[in-house]
């Protein structure tokens, strides 16, 4: 039975998210751009005329960004599926971060090349704002996945230091040639060990309702709406 998805029955928006997982595997030889994309529509069966109406070409890069928030995207959402609360609340939460950014590195194992593409497209300086914006979205989605439900100071430190932590992790993954990615995996356990060890003394030498007004403020730019 033929599984393959209508693509003339997509939304743009639909298309773009379908589409992404396969220009990341063609972004890994042409990076990313028309040719990727184009090969991506032929490989996937969509009308590449469609698909570069999907993601039309913008000045300084524009294009590129829109192609790897789609990949992001379309990660977050296989992390959602393969994650739910309820799934999720049977682990410590300290197992449940670490499983979701685990399952994001797994996602992205065999096309790490086209990660390293997008992180060197991410760090341009017209692209940081956005990235940034990414990174606080992919956060703030594995926190909600994790059942924070804090609404003070707590609410942006949490999801700023995870983005952190991931973006962190990326940057060992995409250099690391042990076998299994076991290196990064390591990483990823020691920054974790380190937030638990943080928070576990802030908790005790400072009270829940601290709150830094200003940096609060700056962060909350960052915010994305409630799904």
Do not use: C
């Not at 639909?14 to 090969?39: K, M, Q, Y």
């Not at 410590?92 to 997008?118: M, N, Q, Y």
């Not at 060197?120 to 990174?135: E, F, V």
């Amino acid at each position: 039975m033929n599984t393959s998805p209508d693509f003339s029955d997509m939304t743009l928006d639909e298309l773009r998210i379908a589409l992404a997982p396969e220009i990341a595997a063609s972004a890994i030889f042409d990076g990313w751009n028309e040719t990727a994309l184009v090969t991506a529509a032929d490989m996937a069966g969509a009308d590449p005329d469609i698909a570069k109406l999907a993601f039309p070409d913008k000045p300084l890069g524009g294009r590129a960004m829109d192609m790897i928030e789609a990949w992001i995207t379309s990660v977050d959402q296989q992390m959602e599926a393969a994650w739910p609360k309820e799934k999720l609340a049977e682990l410590k939460i300290r197992e449940r971060i670490r499983t979701l950014v685990a399952f994001r590195l797994e996602a992205v194992t065999d096309v790490d090349e086209a990660v390293r593409r997008a992180m060197s497209i991410m760090a341009m300086p017209q692209n940081a704002p956005r990235s940034l914006q990414l990174g606080w979205r992919s956060a703030d989605i594995m926190w909600r996945l994790a059942g924070d439900t804090a609404t003070d100071y707590n609410h942006y430190t949490k999801r700023t230091i995870l983005a952190g932590i991931y973006s962190a992790t990326l940057a060992v993954f995409v250099n690391d040639d042990s076998e299994g990615k076991v290196k990064t995996y390591e990483f990823l356990d020691r920054r974790i060990d380190g937030v638990m060890k943080f928070e576990k003394a802030k908790a005790k030498f400072t009270g829940r309702d601290v709150e830094l007004p200003s940096l609060t403020r700056f962060l909350g730019r960052l915010r994305y709406p409630s799904r």
